[in-house]
């Protein structure tokens, strides 16, 4: 039991520390880069109308179910990655959050470190961590869904900087508002 849970902590420790958050990396994927779709490709419209991809060659912890992408719909171009995960229960969802919120806190200690935990609502679950440097910010939380719960471990532009302005600048651009 004891090598299975020290061989999981490496593993995740040495998966997330291949990419950079300080360099706006994650998954493999880069904020800011452009991500090639192809027929294969699979992805559907988020609520503020980008696109969220499921990234089929990303490179993610053994934990890790998935890794979306949020990118403009013409260019492609990623504002957000998502590490996400679905779990049976609340509380595996929450252990989950408490160990990617350490990891993180860990390999980022130079990084501010905003208020949290910040409750989700009616469902359950927390904003866990919310870390921030320069213009990126990594956000950590897990809250219940219909079928249990989902964890979320995102990498996306800090709301304020002025890449994430430009993003969504960019995003109402590809979609032809005004």
Request: without cysteine; negative net charge; charged residues 25%.
């Given at each position: 039991?004891?090598?299975?849970?020290?061989?999981?902590?490496?593993?995740?420790?040495?998966?997330?520390?291949?990419?950079?958050a300080?360099?706006?990396?994650?998954?493999?994927?880069?904020?800011?880069?452009?991500?090639?779709?192809?027929?294969?490709?699979?992805?559907?419209?988020?609520?503020?109308?980008?696109?969220?991809?499921?990234?089929?060659?990303?490179?993610?912890?053994?934990?890790?179910?998935?890794?979306?992408?949020?990118?403009?719909?013409?260019?492609?171009?990623?504002?957000?990655?998502?590490y996400?995960?679905?779990?049976?229960?609340?509380?595996?969802?929450?252990?989950?959050?408490?160990?990617?919120?350490?990891?993180?806190?860990?390999?980022?200690?130079?990084?501010?470190?905003?208020?949290?935990?910040?409750?989700?609502?009616?469902?359950g679950?927390?904003?866990?961590?919310?870390?921030?440097?320069?213009?990126?910010?990594?956000?950590?939380?897990?809250?219940?869904?219909?079928d249990?719960?989902?964890?979320?471990?995102?990498?996306?532009?800090?709301?304020?900087?002025?890449?994430?302005?430009?993003?969504?600048?960019?995003?109402?651009?590809?979609?032809?508002?005004?």
């Amino acid at each position: 039991m004891f090598r299975s849970v020290f061989f999981i902590v490496i593993l995740l420790g040495s998966t997330i520390a291949q990419a950079d958050a300080n360099r706006g990396e994650l998954g493999g994927f880069r904020l800011g880069d452009a991500y090639a779709l192809d027929d294969d490709s699979a992805w559907t419209t988020a609520a503020d109308r980008s696109l969220k991809i499921a990234a089929t060659a990303a490179t993610k912890p053994a934990d890790i179910d998935m890794v979306y992408l949020y990118a403009t719909p013409a260019s492609h171009t990623i504002g957000k990655i998502v590490y996400h995960s679905d779990f049976d229960s609340l509380g595996e969802a929450e252990q989950a959050a408490e160990k990617y919120r350490a990891q993180l806190e860990s390999d980022y200690p130079d990084w501010e470190r905003l208020r949290a935990p910040i409750p989700m609502g009616k469902a359950g679950g927390a904003m866990v961590s919310r870390l921030r440097n320069g213009p990126h910010a990594l956000i950590v939380f897990y809250r219940g869904t219909a079928d249990g719960a989902e964890l979320a471990v995102e990498l996306e532009y800090e709301s304020a900087s002025p890449e994430r302005k430009a993003w969504k600048q960019q995003l109402k651009q590809e979609l032809g508002a005004p």
